[in-house]
């Protein structure tokens, strides 16, 4: 598995890198994601929340299941300990990731703040697209092509959001979900980029356990998916090199 | 302490704090840990299946308005959008886009 080695052979110099993340931000993503804040932001409307709070809230919280727990929690008049709670358990999952992508750019990306920049701008896009691109060029180059995917992604949510707190009661039905299930596909889509066995192994395994476990245990189900799959996958072929 | 007592912009700065929290550990984490040693590749395996759960929990058991479509119409336009990336050369544009398309098509014209 190439996660956190230098990617060998070649590949993109940084400029061609940043490039080709400028127009991957540009295409996909930037809808994706601005579909998904719009969806954001019209809930925030409906919670009472100001159209500042729900910008806020994407730049600064960034990660869509902790702010619709917040919105819709704080809204059902829930105890201020349980709301930041639930946020918290919605984002446990960015611990292990953080690790992993930031891990990965370690070595170009050395200085604490940029890494602590480099974790706050990910996202289930941006994961794994940061990931992809750590697997086919340079580790210099997936960072030149990161920042630009990242920057667009949370560029393109914040407008989206102020988008959802003002248009989205206007929409069509049929357009607003197919905006909502854009993401659904997008998001499965980044996993049909990967070539390794064992990360392969990894995404299936989670991909099959997330539904029932999640069924089983609401709270709990996507951690209890990435620590049973995972382990799973790992022990199946993740032990030997 | 109910959530509606403090203000919401105060709420919204909490619910940031909590989320960092765990990015910024993890990027702590980052920096004392061998990425080429065992421990890493488990942790990148529980990453994956975390994310890839989370997508297919989306796709299979949707919370909101998607709720109410048939899992049928999302699992069959997740389908065409994967038969199209990998019929056309990998093209992910193109792929979102059929899918997208399949699902909205689905829902005008199928009677659901």
């Known amino acids: ?241 | 302490m109910s959530g509606t007592a403090i203000t919401p912009l105060a709420l919204v700065l909490l619910a940031a704090s909590v989320t960092f929290l765990w990015r910024a550990l993890g990027a702590l984490l980052a920096s004392k840990i061998d990425t080429e040693g065992a421990l890493f590749r488990w942790i990148a395996c529980v990453s994956y299946a975390t994310v890839a759960g989370l997508i297919s929990r989306m796709a299979v058991l949707p919370t909101g308005d998607l709720a109410e479509t048939p899992l049928v119409l999302r699992l069959g336009a997740v389908a065409i959008g994967f038969a199209v990336y990998f019929l056309a050369r990998r093209n992910l544009l193109l792929a979102a886009a059929a899918g997208a398309a399949s699902f909205a098509g689905g829902l005008a014209f199928l009677p659901l």
């Open chain 1, 1 to 241: 598995m190439k996660v956190g080695t230098e990617a060998s052979g070649p590949g993109p110099d940084r400029r061609a890198a940043f490039n080709e993340g400028v127009r991957h931000g540009l295409a996909v993503p930037s809808i994706v994601v601005f579909s998904t804040m719009l969806g954001f932001g019209s809930m925030a409307h409906a919670t009472g929340f100001s159209a500042f709070e729900a910008f806020l809230s994407t730049l600064l919280v960034w990660a869509m299941p902790g702010q619709v727990a917040m919105a819709d929690l704080s809204a059902s008049g829930a105890d201020l300990f349980v709301i930041l709670l639930a946020v918290s358990m919605a984002s446990v999952r960015f611990f292990p990731m953080a690790t992993i992508l930031v891990g990965t750019f370690r070595s170009a990306t050395p200085d604490l703040p940029r890494q602590l920049l480099i974790a706050h701008l990910m996202s289930a896009s941006t994961w794994p697209m940061g990931m992809a691109a750590s697997q086919r060029m340079p580790v210099a180059s997936a960072m030149a092509y990161y920042w630009p995917v990242a920057t667009l992604c949370i560029t393109f949510g914040c407008i989206g959001t102020l988008a959802g707190y003002w248009l989205s009661a206007d929409m069509p039905e049929i357009a607003r979900l197919t905006l909502v299930f854009l993401n659904v596909v997008f998001l499965s889509l980044l996993f049909a980029q990967n070539r390794d066995r064992l990360v392969i192994l990894a995404v299936a395994t989670g991909a099959v356990l997330g539904p029932p476990l999640h069924a089983l245990e609401p709270n709990y189900g996507v951690l209890l998916t990435g620590v049973i799959g995972g382990t799973f996958a790992y022990a199946l072929l993740g032990r030997r090199r």
